[in-house]
């Protein structure tokens, strides 16, 4: 059974950072994908950041309105993503959602169960 474990959430002003984790654990025999996702009140679920493994190099994609200030990574020997978020703003403010799309023995999407980031003004 595939489980996706989040942490680094939690509160923090204006101006400061934070660094999610998720690490990807049970019988994984490939990752595709890893990205994270967000949800603030009364909002969609949007994506925030995401990376492709594609051997030696990996691809990061991100949303216009974190560009500059978050930096997607992982850790593929260990099958953890991480985001690394700077200059946080109040408007980033959400629930944090990892993904990932494995191969277990067919290819799937995955999600955590969710970690609370706020920011205050």
């Known amino acids: 059974q595939v489980q996706l474990v989040e942490s680094g959430g939690g509160l923090v002003q204006a101006g400061g950072s934070l660094r999610l984790s998720c690490a990807a654990s049970?019988?994984?025999?490939?990752?595709?994908?890893m990205g994270w996702y967000r949800q603030a009140p009364g909002k969609q679920r949007e994506l925030v950041a995401a990376?492709?493994?594609?051997?030696?190099?990996?691809?990061?994609n991100y949303a216009d309105s974190v560009k500059g200030r978050f930096t997607i990574s992982s850790d593929n020997a260990s099958n953890t993503v991480y985001l690394l978020m700077n200059s946080l703003k109040p408007e980033d403010t959400a629930v944090y959602y990892c993904?990932?799309?494995?191969?277990?023995?067919?290819?799937?999407?995955?999600w955590g169960q969710g970690t609370q980031v706020t920011v205050s003004s």
């Open positions: 993904k990932a799309n494995l191969y277990t023995g067919s290819w799937s999407n995955y």
């Open positions: 049970g019988t994984i025999f490939r990752i595709n994908n």
């Open positions: 990376i492709t493994t594609g051997g030696s190099t990996n691809y990061t």
